[in-house]
């Protein structure tokens, strides 16, 4: 089944490409860094609509649409030129799990981003979002797919297009792996994954930075972020500026007492392993989610639409973000962690 599995993915990745190739857009302006002429805002409707539209009912874990999504999400990453990780020989990362007396045979879409520093690419930013959802359930005033387009084909959309402004400009010191997690809503399954069996050394990776619906502003407001667990690193530090140059404020998380932290897949990398007795800490990988929050009049609904996501606020953030991560990819300083729970992995 998984050898049928991966021959259909691969012929999907064609379908990706042929659509990326059609929105080939020009690069005017070079930033220092990152060319941000290089993502327009019809790129996002276009790989949300493909994403999230009805016909790929809701991207559940199990169903054919699933491996539609991950043969697309690779797809648009070849056509911009990246590759799988080295060694791993494919963008599709395999992982299996039992639930409610199914097996689920399932893949996280990992694309790579090689640094051009010969002393530092081997160093690499981890960036994620899930691209499963919830599939089809209870119909709401008629409808019965759960397009789930801010949870979290926008954190998808977002990975396409935080790769499409890399891959344009100057290609960063370190590399960059884009990981598409599948099954987060059966509980953070592909990361979880990838974690105990990861294809890239995670003792370096200097910082995991995760993006989970970031479709909307209705509650936040335009131009506001917030990111889970900012007192435990000093990321807020090293993107701050970079996000209000880009328009952006990173205000403080307004959902502090739901402890979101650990309840995405950054929190996958929080800890991985432990230390032991007294001195016991979590050691793991800063690890971070990047939010919006709509509002819980789409959450886990059936109008959680493409039609409903801001995409100029989101073009926004993107924009505004992805220097941040650009210069995390350049720079020759860690994320470090800042609470003293927590200490870097530093392999096993
Ligand atoms: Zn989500």
């Known amino acids: 089944m998984k050898t049928r599995h991966l021959a259909i993915l691969t012929l999907l990745i064609c379908l990706g490409c042929a659509q990326a190739q059609d929105n080939a857009q020009s690069q005017a302006q070079a930033s220092p860094q990152v060319r941000?002429?290089?993502?327009?805002?019809?790129?996002?409707?276009?790989?949300?609509?493909?994403?999230?539209?009805?016909?790929?009912?809701?991207?559940?874990?199990?169903?054919?649409?699933?491996?539609?999504?991950?043969?697309?999400?690779?797809?648009?990453?070849?056509?911009?030129?990246?590759?799988?990780?080295?060694?791993?020989?494919?963008?599709?990362?395999?992982f299996s799990f039992s639930s409610g007396g199914e097996i689920y045979n399932e893949y996280n879409v990992v694309g790579y981003l090689e640094g051009s520093d010969p002393d530092l690419m081997e160093e690499m930013i981890l960036i994620g979002a899930h691209y499963d959802h919830v599939g089809v359930g209870n119909p709401v005033d008629g409808d019965s797919i759960y397009n789930g387009a801010d949870d979290d084909a926008s954190g998808t959309v977002?990975?396409?297009?935080?790769?499409?402004?890399?891959?344009?400009?100057?290609?960063?010191a370190r590399s960059v792996v884009f990981?598409?997690?599948?099954?987060?809503?059966?509980?953070?399954?592909?990361?979880?994954?990838?974690?105990?069996?990861?294809?890239?050394?995670?003792?370096?990776?200097?910082?995991?930075?995760?993006?989970e619906m970031i479709g909307h502003a209705e509650e936040l407001g335009e131009g506001?972020?917030?990111?889970?667990?900012p007192e435990y690193s000093d990321l807020a530090d090293?993107?701050?500026?970079?996000?209000?140059?880009?328009?952006?404020?990173?205000?403080?998380?307004?959902?502090?007492?739901?402890?979101?932290?650990y309840r995405s897949d950054n929190a996958s990398f929080v800890n991985l392993n432990e230390g032991n007795g007294r001195d016991k800490k979590m050691a793991g990988i800063p690890a971070h989610t990047f939010c919006t929050w709509g509002s819980e009049s789409?959450?886990?609904?059936?109008?959680?639409?493409?039609?409903?996501?801001?995409?100029?606020?989101?073009?926004?953030?993107?924009?505004?973000?992805?220097?941040?991560?650009?210069?995390?990819?350049?720079?020759?300083?860690?994320?470090?962690?800042?609470?003293?729970k927590f200490i870097r992995y530093e392999g096993k």
Request: aromatic share 10%; with cysteine; net charge negative.
């Open 158 to 172: 977002a990975l396409l297009g935080i790769a499409k402004l890399l891959a344009a400009g100057e290609r960063p």
């Open 224 to 229: 506001k972020v917030f990111m889970t667990g």
């Open 179 to 211: 990981c598409a997690w599948g099954a987060e809503e059966m509980g953070l399954r592909g990361s979880k994954a990838f974690a105990a069996n990861p294809t890239v050394d995670l003792a370096k990776v200097v910082v995991n930075y995760n993006l």
């Open 36 to 94: 941000l002429t290089a993502l327009q805002e019809a790129d996002l409707q276009t790989w949300m609509n493909l994403l999230a539209g009805d016909a790929m009912r809701g991207r559940d874990s199990g169903s054919p649409e699933i491996l539609l999504s991950a043969g697309y999400i690779a797809g648009v990453w070849q056509s911009m030129g990246l590759t799988p990780v080295p060694g791993s020989g494919s963008f599709f990362h395999p």
């Open 238 to 261: 090293h993107v701050r500026g970079y996000l209000s140059h880009g328009g952006f404020e990173l205000i403080p998380n307004p959902f502090a007492s739901m402890d979101l932290f």
């Open 298 to 340: 789409h959450y886990h609904k059936p109008n959680d639409e493409p039609d409903g996501i801001n995409y100029a606020n989101m073009h926004k953030l993107i924009l505004a973000l992805t220097p941040a991560i650009a210069a995390s990819a350049n720079g020759t300083e860690w994320v470090q962690w800042t609470d003293k």
